[in-house]
């Protein structure tokens, strides 16, 4: 008994003193990652349903990335020029909007050109709502309040391919009906949250990045280099990890989705107590030792076999994940100030989406072309860098940060 009320306390300081605006803001990045239910069973619907070629369905998802690619760096710029919470509602109703269009389509091109719009609009919505997370939370509680927006996304990006497969086994068209719904009312929701609770947006901090372009922060394009690594290394989980699992371990595909769902249930039950608990440790070092962990857990892929191997493996680079990335994403709102904060945190998601669309590339040619088993080598070489990298930039960090 004693041993549960230490559990309930544990999970109850974790999630207490975080502002009602900040739950609201994960739950809208709850429904944006939801939208995962569509683009998991695309290219299924675009080959399957609607007669068209693997590349043509290739052609489709990359037309996203693009749009989301572009969305990613407008999203920050418009955060800064038009607020961080109209650009989230413009976000939600024209992700409600063109994922019904989207619905409707036949012809491929005009698809295209729907898959590019879509993952604009759902991709500006990223820059604007960690800076309003910056905004709403105190840098005290930054950290965790990123942490609980992640707990969203990973909830989100679960469960919206898991209600997808219902929905694609009774009629394709009902995924693109009821996550533009969705998204919809989620817009409609948020719009009446925040009438009635305003947030404090109107403080204008002062300091080194007042009005700066994030392109003149040499120290911060130096941090951003290091986001794009470690994009390569986790974008392989939509590549050559899904295909070394198959190859090497004999694994069919229900496994490999099972070794994923354990990303997901360490993240949901742990990363909130974990970043509760480190709370009083610098950001550098947490980012840090993040880096090397979740690096080096896909380095250790190639060195065993079985189920509870690859389990520990996928373990090893989820703790990595958990410290690096709520504690990296509360160092880049802490480097920038209001006045350009949406710039900088577009910026950081900008160097997501171009590792998301590089990372695969280069590690299915060194797969396929060199060797299945160097793909992983080269992921502890970028994990040894990422920490040496961080460690290095705390000497010199400037002051605010």
Same mark, same amino acid.
């Given at each position: 008994?004693?041993?549960?009320?230490?559990?309930?306390?544990?999970?109850?300081?974790?999630?207490?003193?975080?502002?009602?605006? #900040?739950?609201?803001?994960?739950?809208? &990045?709850?429904?944006? *990652?939801?939208? /995962?239910?569509?683009?998991?069973?695309?290219?299924?619907?675009?080959?399957?349903?609607?007669?068209?070629?693997?590349?043509?369905?290739?052609?489709?998802?990359?037309?996203?990335?693009?749009? #989301?690619?572009?969305?990613?760096?407008?999203?920050?710029?418009?955060?800064?020029?038009?607020?961080?919470?109209?650009?989230?509602?413009?976000?939600?109703?024209?992700?409600?909007?063109?994922?019904?269009?989207?619905?409707?389509?036949?012809?491929?091109?005009?698809?295209?050109?729907?898959?590019?719009?879509?993952?604009?609009?759902?991709?500006?919505?990223?820059?604007?709502?960690?800076?309003?997370?910056?905004?709403?939370?105190?840098?005290?509680?930054?950290?965790?309040?990123?942490? =609980?927006?992640?707990?969203?996304?990973?909830?989100?990006?679960?469960?919206?391919?898991?209600?997808?497969?219902?929905?694609?086994?009774?009629?394709?068209?009902?995924?693109?009906?009821?996550?533009?719904?969705?998204?919809?009312? #989620?817009?409609?929701?948020?719009?009446?949250?925040?009438?009635?609770?305003?947030?404090? /947006?109107?403080?204008? &901090?002062?300091?080194?990045?007042?009005?700066?372009?994030?392109?003149?922060?040499? @120290?911060?394009?130096?941090?951003?280099?290091?986001?794009?690594?470690?994009?390569?290394?986790?974008?392989?989980?939509?590549?050559?990890?899904? =295909?070394?699992?198959?190859?090497? @371990?004999?694994?069919?595909?229900?496994?490999?989705?099972?070794?994923?769902?354990?990303?997901?249930?360490?993240?949901?039950?742990? &990363?909130?107590?974990?970043?509760?608990?480190? *709370? *009083?440790?610098?950001?550098?070092?947490?980012?840090?030792?993040?880096?090397? =962990?979740?690096?080096?857990?896909?380095?250790?892929?190639?060195?065993?076999?079985?189920?509870?191997?690859?389990?520990?493996?996928?373990?090893?680079?989820? $703790?990595?994940?958990?410290?690096?990335?709520?504690?990296?994403?509360?160092?880049?709102?802490?480097?920038?100030?209001?006045?350009?904060?949406?710039?900088?945190?577009?910026?950081?998601?900008?160097?997501?989406?171009?590792?998301? $669309?590089?990372?695969?590339?280069?590690?299915?040619?060194?797969?396929?072309?060199?060797?299945?088993? =160097?793909?992983?080598?080269?992921?502890?070489?970028?994990?040894?860098?990422?920490?040496?990298?961080? /460690?290095?930039?705390?000497?010199?960090?400037?002051?605010?940060?």
């Amino acid at each position: 008994m004693n041993l549960l009320k230490i559990i309930l306390r544990t999970y109850r300081e974790a999630y207490s003193g975080l502002p009602k605006e #900040a739950w609201m803001l994960s739950l809208v &990045e709850l429904t944006n *990652r939801s939208g /995962t239910m569509v683009l998991f069973f695309m290219t299924l619907y675009l080959t399957k349903k609607m007669g068209f070629s693997i590349p043509q369905a290739g052609q489709a998802m990359s037309a996203f990335g693009f749009g #989301a690619l572009l969305g990613s760096y407008l999203g920050g710029k418009l955060t800064d020029s038009m607020g961080a919470y109209k650009i989230q509602r413009i976000s939600l109703f024209s992700t409600g909007f063109f994922l019904i269009f989207l619905g409707q389509l036949t012809h491929f091109l005009f698809i295209l050109i729907a898959m590019f719009f879509l993952g604009l609009v759902s991709e500006i919505l990223h820059p604007a709502n960690a800076t309003a997370i910056s905004q709403v939370c105190p840098q005290h509680l930054r950290t965790r309040g990123f942490a =609980l927006n992640r707990l969203a996304t990973n909830l989100g990006v679960t469960v919206g391919p898991v209600i997808g497969g219902f929905l694609a086994m009774i009629d394709y068209s009902y995924l693109f009906w009821v996550d533009g719904i969705t998204c919809i009312i #989620a817009g409609i929701i948020f719009r009446y949250f925040f009438r009635i609770n305003r947030p404090a /947006t109107s403080i204008h &901090e002062t300091g080194p990045t007042a009005n700066r372009s994030p392109w003149k922060d040499a @120290y911060f394009l130096k941090i951003l280099s290091l986001v794009f690594l470690m994009g390569l290394v986790f974008f392989q989980m939509f590549s050559t990890f899904p =295909l070394y699992y198959k190859e090497f @371990y004999g694994f069919m595909e229900n496994r490999i989705g099972f070794l994923l769902s354990i990303n997901t249930v360490i993240i949901v039950i742990f &990363e909130m107590i974990l970043i509760n608990r480190l *709370r *009083r440790i610098s950001s550098f070092s947490i980012v840090a030792v993040g880096g090397l =962990l979740l690096a080096g857990g896909f380095s250790l892929i190639p060195l065993g076999r079985g189920f509870l191997y690859a389990a520990f493996t996928v373990a090893v680079w989820t $703790i990595g994940e958990m410290l690096f990335m709520p504690a990296l994403t509360s160092l880049i709102a802490d480097l920038s100030d209001d006045s350009a904060r949406g710039k900088y945190m577009g910026l950081f998601s900008f160097s997501f989406s171009l590792a998301f $669309i590089v990372g695969p590339i280069l590690g299915s040619y060194i797969y396929d072309n060199v060797s299945p088993h =160097l793909v992983w080598m080269f992921c502890g070489i970028i994990g040894i860098l990422l920490w040496s990298g961080f /460690t290095w930039l705390k000497k010199s960090a400037p002051p605010h940060s």
